[in-house]
């Protein structure tokens, strides 16, 4: 697929800047949800089957995952790239947003609550964590 334009926000939109792409990618990097399955039945904005198999596909050809090969009768499991252990960063600024300026829950989940009491320091350690997960196999 072309891009729009060489800019460099565009190209991050392309990528990410749809509906999906980063719920599954939270769901991957802070709940671990590394088979389909269980990237659907734990969505909690629930998405649909068909949506979650387009979403994990681009985000496999845009290099942010990777599909491991799976046995006859075997689920696939899925691994972040350091593309997509990068996209923590990004994650945390929205959800640092989100806390802000939207309505909703003021209970922080776990990893946010980390967040808000180690401060920046928690985001590289996180994606240290996530590199020993994800990329340690490799």
């Not at 802070?30 to 649909?48: H, K, N």
């Amino acid at each position: 697929m072309e891009p729009r334009s060489e800019c460099p926000i565009n190209a991050a939109v392309e990528v990410l800047g749809d509906r999906w792409s980063l719920l599954v990618l939270r769901d991957i990097i802070f709940e671990d949800r590394r088979y389909f399955r269980v990237l659907l039945t734990g969505s909690v904005e629930r998405i649909a089957s068909n949506i979650l198999a387009d979403r994990l596909v681009r985000l496999v050809e845009a290099g942010l995952l990777t599909r491991g090969t799976a046995a006859r009768g075997q689920r696939a499991r899925y691994s972040l790239t350091e593309a997509g252990i990068q996209t923590l960063p990004i994650i945390d600024a929205l959800a640092t947003w989100g806390l802000r300026w939207r309505p909703g829950s003021d209970a922080l989940p776990c990893r946010q609550q980390d967040r808000h009491e180690m401060g920046p320091a928690y985001v590289e350690q996180f994606m240290e964590e996530l590199r020993d997960r994800h990329l340690g196999s490799q």
